[in-house]
């Protein structure tokens, strides 16, 4: 069973920054991509960016240049620091960790956080 904490949401006004934590624990193995998805009231979930075991990044035009994904291997965390946030960045951001063995795909998700961008 693995599970996914997130934390470091919150308020912040439009140009400020915000960093998202998500520490995962249970068992993940050695080929997984870890990641961030979106969701806005009204809207589907779409993602944000990820990072592979290998280290490769992904990320949404949308969050290009202002959002960077990073993983500790040692701590089995991701964060994604959000610089330059807009109003449209406001949504319930989960974290997301998808793991595989040949002939096995496990898909795991967090709780949520929420973040509001405004004045």
């Known amino acids: 069973q693995v599970q996914l904490v997130e934390s470091g949401g919150g308020l912040v006004q439009p140009g400020g920054s915000l960093r998202l934590s998500c520490a995962a624990s249970g068992s993940i193995f050695s080929n997984n991509i870890m990641g961030w998805y979106r969701q806005a009231p009204g809207k589907q979930r779409e993602l944000v960016a990820t990072?592979?075991?290998?280290?490769?990044?992904n990320y949404a035009d949308s969050v290009k240049g202002r959002f960077t994904i990073s993983r500790d291997y040692t701590k089995n965390t991701v964060d994604l620091q959000m610089n330059s946030l807009k109003p449209e960045d406001t949504a319930t951001y989960y974290c997301?960790?998808?793991?595989?063995?040949?002939?096995?795909?496990?898909?795991?998700w967090g709780q949520g956080t929420q973040v509001t961008v405004s004045l």
């Open positions: 997301h960790v998808v793991t595989w063995v040949p002939a096995r795909i496990y898909n795991h």
């Open positions: 990072i592979t075991s290998g280290g490769s990044t």
